[in-house]
């Protein structure tokens, strides 16, 4: 198994934030939830998170908006963006906005693990 990563969850979904964190934990990864973007700002600005899974409808703010802040002040910080609501033409855009990838909700944990350990090797291929 890789090494453990440390992941930041912001969802509004509760029951999904909390299921899928446990989840996480139990295959060795560390995991801090938001269930708004305001949450998730103090957790990003510590420093903690090695990868971001950060819904696109959120009650604060618009995820893709959230994003933007993510890369510009945390450029090399991969985030995944979920959505219920997919488009090819949001799937696209939020690439181009540095999203790490773009996936349909509900999403199988397996494929989301394999996700966010892609987007974490992929950082560190980057950094080195």
């Given at each position: 198994?890789?090494?453990?990563?440390?992941?930041?969850?912001?969802?509004?979904?509760l029951?999904f934030?909390?299921?899928?964190?446990?989840?996480?934990?139990?295959?060795?990864?560390?995991?801090?939830?938001?269930?708004?973007?305001?949450?998730?700002?103090?957790?990003?600005?510590?420093?903690?998170?090695?990868?971001?899974?950060?819904?696109?409808?959120?009650?604060?703010?618009?995820?893709?908006?959230?994003?933007?802040?993510?890369?510009?002040?945390?450029?090399?910080?991969?985030v995944i963006?979920?959505?219920?609501?997919?488009?090819?033409?949001?799937?696209?855009?939020?690439?181009?906005?540095?999203?790490?990838?773009?996936?349909?909700?509900?999403?199988?944990?397996?494929?989301?693990?394999?996700?966010?350990?892609?987007?974490?090797?992929?950082?560190?291929?980057r950094?080195?």
């Open positions: 198994m890789e090494s453990a990563i440390r992941i930041l969850l912001v969802d509004d979904e029951d934030v909390e299921t899928t964190a446990k989840r996480l934990s139990r295959r060795g990864h560390a995991c801090k939830t938001a269930l708004t973007c305001a949450e998730g700002l103090p957790v990003l600005e510590s420093g903690w998170p090695q990868v971001v899974v950060l819904d696109v409808m959120l009650p604060d703010r618009d995820g893709l908006e959230f994003l933007k802040e993510i890369k510009e002040k945390w450029p090399s910080l991969p963006l979920l959505t219920g609501h997919a488009s090819v033409q949001a799937g696209l855009h939020s690439l181009q906005c540095g999203a790490a990838d773009y996936c349909l909700k509900p999403i199988d944990l397996e494929t989301l693990v394999e996700k966010i350990a892609i987007a974490h090797r992929e950082n560190l291929a950094q080195a």
